[in-house]
């Protein structure tokens, strides 16, 4: 009876001399371990060649042997990638950091240069007019009506500009800002600008409405603490009743400015009747000015 393979190759197979000392010392020995002994034994490649059974079992073990290389070969691969994914994804993080702590210290001193312009800002700022939507659908909005008083205001100082005193001097010093403020939708760029003039600032804001009379229209103007003053006239009288709130504007905030204005425009004994209150009733810094003039 034919043995079968695995049998006829173990038999051919010579085993090597061994001195056992003890059964319990000695480690088994695997099948690819006796292939190995019994081929350095007993010829080697020539008798693997000559041998079919055999051939085949080292042509399997070196298929297997090139299926586990290209495994280690992929997988060796695929570390390299990740190890050099995460040196990348490291230096992105870190240059994110460095970029998150730029743009920070940016903001920083960009809302701290914004404050500190806040801080120095001074001007006068029209907020817009309340207008009837009767009138403003004539063209009356809010917002022509205060630029139009804007026009008027801009004109009286305009026509006391030549003073002989600094302009630091004055306790409410406008300077050449003066701009009617258009509220914006949202907290935007310039509304916080705006937040920080209003609350660092010295910025002057005039408030005001036109209302529909019986007989025509009025016009109410007030500036910071100062009581409103409101004129009234015909329906088309609005460029005077601007004036008039304007003229009162301008007394209320800068009367100094306002008396040489009366003076120019041959109005002396009104002017002399707002240095007599400026001297008597003014803020100390404006008294001697006044007893001067």
């Known amino acids: 009876m034919q043995r079968s393979g695995a049998f006829a190759m173990a038999e051919r197979i010579e085993a090597p ?16 371990a006796a292939l190995a002994i019994g081929l350095r034994k007993g010829g080697g490649r020539a008798r693997a060649l000559a041998d079919p059974e055999l051939s085949a079992f080292l042509r399997e073990q070196t298929e297997v042997l ?5 495994q280690l070969l992929e997988k060796g691969a695929l570390i390299r990638s990740r190890v050099r994914w995460g040196r990348f ?6 240059l994110l950091q460095v970029m998150t702590a730029l743009l920070g210290a ?28 009767d009138l403003a659908q004539g063209g009356l909005t809010g917002q022509v009506a205060a630029g139009r008083f804007l026009d008027k205001l801009n004109a009286l100082q305009a026509a006391s500009a030549n003073s002989s ?14 701009k009617v403020d258009i509220p914006e939708t949202g907290l935007t760029f310039g509304e916080f600008g705006k937040l920080l003039r209003d609350k660092l600032g010295h910025v002057s804001h005039v408030t005001g409405e036109v209302l529909k009379t019986p007989d025509g229209i ?11 003053q409101t004129f009234a006239g015909p329906p088309g009288s609005f460029d005077d009743l601007a004036q008039k709130a304007a003229e009162a504007v301008y007394r209320a905030s ?22 007599a209150d400026l001297a008597a009733n003014g803020p100390p810094g404006e008294r001697g000015w006044a007893y001067a003039e």
């Open 17 to 32: 001399e061994v001195e056992i000392a003890d059964e319990a010392d000695v480690e088994p020995i695997t099948p690819v």
């Open 66 to 70: 090139r299926i586990q290389k290209e």
């Open 89 to 94: 994804s490291d230096r992105m993080k870190a």
């Open 106 to 133: 940016g903001a920083v001193a960009l809302v701290a240069a914004m404050a500190w312009g806040a801080h120095e800002a001074h001007g006068l700022v029209i907020d817009v007019f309340s207008a009837p939507p």
């Open 165 to 178: 005193r600094p302009a630091q001097s004055f306790q409410n010093n406008w300077g050449e800002d003066i």
């Open 218 to 228: 009025a016009l109410t103007a007030r500036i910071g603490d100062a009581p409103p």
């Open 254 to 275: 800068q009367p100094y400015r306002f008396a040489e204005y009366l003076e120019h425009h041959d109005r002396v004994p009104e002017a002399f009747a707002v240095l």
